[in-house]
């Protein structure tokens, strides 16, 4: 049987770390690993994952590219999600997603844009960052994508097998990572799945992610990879 490892990615979440281990699912059920990968806390995020005896793995490279291949380096499974518990990630998909991958995806992509599915942003009357993830969804399908379209390319919460990972070998150092994985996986004709998840409300702190900063360097992996397949 295959094995699978749930990685958690931790910098000053104490809010959305301590509700999930008060009131959400038990994580070891759904994996035979689980591991946080942290960036740094300093907010008491690191005691709280230790009275609940998680494997704490120190990031000494800033990014959040950077600590997803933390994760991968220091888990074995051959199945991974990643997940934030930011309050935007439903833990109760965590097994969905390793089941698309058991049942032979390469990746498969918590998508909140599918017909079932809820974006933080719905009931906004400008819903900017929800456009915005869309029109570089849509740029990357029409450029890239020759399977079914791919409704959310850039969300997070993901699961991936490692072999794939290992495949695609990533190098975004901050929050293009997914969006690369995405992409890279349409050139090289992988399987990638979706399924619909509810996106919740922040539980506490601020996103680690500026909009405007962001979007910019969505832009440059963008023209990068275009760069790429003229070239």
């Known amino acids: ?24 699912p038990d994580l070891r059920k759904m994996a ?43 888990t074995s499974g051959d199945y991974l999600v990643f997940f934030s518990p930011d309050g935007n ?17 390469d990746m498969v992509i918590a998508s909140r844009f599918l017909p079932e599915s809820r974006n933080e942003e719905d009931d906004d009357l400008l819903p900017f960052r929800k456009w915005t993830n869309q029109v570089f969804t849509l740029a990357a399908n029409m450029i890239w994508n020759r399977r079914g379209f791919i409704s959310d390319t850039i969300n997070g919460f993901r699961g ?39 996106e919740g409300n922040r539980v506490g702190g601020e996103t680690k992610a500026p909009s405007f900063r962001t979007g910019l360097k969505f832009i440059a992996l963008f023209l990068r990879e275009m760069r790429k397949s003229i070239f």
Not at 1 to 22: A, P, Q, S, Y
Not at 32 to 61: F, N, W
């Open 1 to 24: 049987m295959d094995k699978r490892t749930l990685v958690i990615l931790c910098l000053n979440e104490v809010e959305g770390v301590r509700w999930l281990f008060e009131k959400g």
């Open 32 to 74: 035979e690993e689980v591991i946080a990968v942290d960036g740094g806390s300093s907010d008491g995020t690191r005691e709280i994952l230790d009275i609940h005896q998680i494997t704490i793995v120190d990031q000494e490279i800033k990014g959040r590219g950077e600590a997803f291949r933390v994760g991968v380096r220091a």
């Open 89 to 105: 990630e439903d833990p109760c998909d965590i097994p969905k997603l390793f089941d698309s991958l058991a049942s032979g995806a």
């Open 160 to 198: 991936v097998t490692r072999e794939t990972f290992l495949d695609l070998a990533p190098d975004s150092k901050g929050y293009t990572i997914e969006y690369e994985m995405t992409i890279s996986g349409m050139k090289n004709g992988i399987c990638i799945e979706e399924i619909p998840t509810e």
